[in-house]
């Protein structure tokens, strides 16, 4: 069972169109953070939220951490070709008295000129 | 400008050959990380280290060993690889983790495949 289940795991739109990209756990996440993968690239952090209702914006891009601490969401408004990519959540989560960073499935996004 | 640099980025082997991933960051980060990426599973951490000669088993450390004889290099072993080992391999660094949220630095990834 994923402890962090990402949502929709594809998505193909519009440029200019707007969406939302979910993450979310049954557990609490100490932090959360979101990460971009390009096509043969490693992963690159977008934004890291610590506090529940906090709401990060980059440009085009607004994060929300849940109040609870169990979901976050990734909302683009509209959207461009160069958003293309594959987005991950990770959550830190405290596992057995150790801290541990779990990762999504992950979202592949389509961005259609 | 941060670098983690991986060996290869396309490495295809044999079922049965001992295989080697070399990692190399230029953060003087303490943490370094390997993990697989599957489509649909995300990704799984492998071994992580804290620290030179530290090693930590991850959530699918079967098959694999890792070496930190250097701060700045992480190796992954594939003692004698598998077809069930073949995907992409990522490496990453970080500084010391504690209650913050460190950023992880992934490298380019080595997509291995076992034939």
């Known amino acids: 069972t994923q402890l962090l289940e990402q949502s929709p795991q594809f998505l193909s739109i519009q440029e200019g169109e707007n969406l939302t990209v979910y993450c979310n756990s049954s557990s609490v996440f100490s932090s959360l953070q979101w990460y971009r993968q390009e096509p043969g690239e490693g992963p690159v952090l977008l934004v890291t939220v610590v506090t529940g209702g906090e709401v990060k914006k980059l440009k085009r891009l607004t994060f929300q951490f849940g109040d609870a601490r169990k979901d976050s969401s990734l909302h683009i408004t509209a959207a461009q070709p160069g958003d293309t990519g594959l987005y991950l959540c990770a959550g830190r989560f405290i596992i057995q008295g150790a801290q541990k960073l779990v990762f999504g499935q992950g979202t592949r996004l389509t961005i259609n000129p | 400008d941060v670098k983690v640099t991986q060996s290869s980025r396309y490495l295809v082997k044999r079922t049965g050959e001992k295989v080697f991933l070399e990692c190399v960051q230029d953060?003087?980060?303490?943490?370094m990380f390997w993990y697989r990426q599957d489509p649909g599973l995300g990704l799984r951490l492998i071994y992580f280290s804290y620290d030179v000669k530290m090693k930590e088993k991850g959530d699918i450390p079967e098959g694999y060993s890792v070496s930190r004889e250097k701060k700045e290099r992480f190796s992954l072993i594939l003692e004698s690889a598998s077809t069930n080992q073949t995907s992409m391999y990522l490496c990453a660094s970080s500084l010391l983790q504690g209650l913050i949220a460190y950023e992880q630095y992934f490298g380019p990834g080595t997509r291995l495949t076992v034939t």
């Open positions: 953060m003087d980060h303490e943490n």
